[in-house]
């Protein structure tokens, strides 16, 4: 299972666009991206999940370049409820029967 | 999406009591669930994988008789937490997977005394 490195926190102000990077070297051909989000003693939810190129969705954007070794998830205009931690995830749930290893995260603050 | 709910969501216990933590996946049969630990501050760390029908997997360094994992049904498992200790305080958090995404419970706090 690729390990993946994303910075420990960020900081920003509402209506601010966020871009949170994740490094993945050692990512697999049949690996998928898939990002999650965090509250405080909440479950983690499923933000969006991509394996190449560009992926939007009504709620953030995905980008991965050709390499895959890397990949940036963007936040439009944030809000004081986006505070929370974002996990990358890097895996072939789909072959893997879904066991997917969490990194450290990324603790966004969004400031008023 | 699956729906994934948690029982309890809270529970306190004293030291040397077991605790049992429900894990019910409520719209969609899952031969796997797994099971994660949180602890303050930090991130969700994979203890065990529940299958259903047969033994759980653990992820090294997990005490399998410590935290007794059940599969009986496609739609539930449970983690007990035998002998609990005050170390063993924290969030557990289960996982269903379906067509390559996790879905996740509301997680269950531990508390021992």
């Known amino acids: 299972l690729a390990k993946t490195t994303q910075p420990i926190s960020m900081d920003s102000y509402e209506g601010q666009e966020v871009n949170i990077t994740c490094s993945h070297n050692?990512?697999?051909?049949?690996?998928?991206i898939t990002w999650y989000q965090q509250f405080p003693s909440q479950g983690p939810r499923f933000i969006i999940q991509?394996?190449?190129t560009k992926v939007t969705n009504e709620v953030a954007s995905l980008f991965i370049p050709a390499d895959r070794k890397s990949s940036t998830l963007s936040l439009p205009r944030v809000s004081l409820s986006d505070t929370a931690v974002y996990y990358c995830?890097?895996?072939?749930?789909?072959?893997?029967?879904?066991?997917?290893?969490f990194g450290q995260g990324t603790e966004l603050s969004v400031k008023p | 999406g699956a729906v994934v709910s948690q029982h309890p969501s809270w529970v306190i216990c004293k030291s040397g009591t077991s605790v049992k933590i429900e894990c019910r996946s409520l719209?969609?049969?899952?031969?796997?669930m797994f099971w994660y630990r949180q602890f303050p501050k930090q991130s969700l760390m994979l203890m065990a994988t529940?299958?259903?029908?047969?033994?759980?997997?653990?992820e090294q360094g997990v005490e399998k008789d410590k935290f007794l994992i059940n599969h009986a049904s496609l739609t539930l498992s449970t983690l007990t937490v035998t002998s609990a200790h005050p170390e063993d305080s924290s969030f557990y958090i289960c996982?269903?997977?379906?067509?390559?995404?996790?879905?996740f419970g509301e997680g269950s706090r531990l508390t021992v005394l």
């Open positions: 991509g394996y190449k």
């Open positions: 995830l890097v895996g072939d749930a789909y072959n893997q029967g879904g066991k997917l290893i």
């Open positions: 529940s299958n259903e029908g047969s033994k759980a997997t653990y």
């Open positions: 719209d969609f049969q899952a031969t796997t």
């Open positions: 050692n990512i697999a051909t049949n690996d998928y």
């Open positions: 996982s269903v997977p379906s067509t390559g995404e996790l879905f």
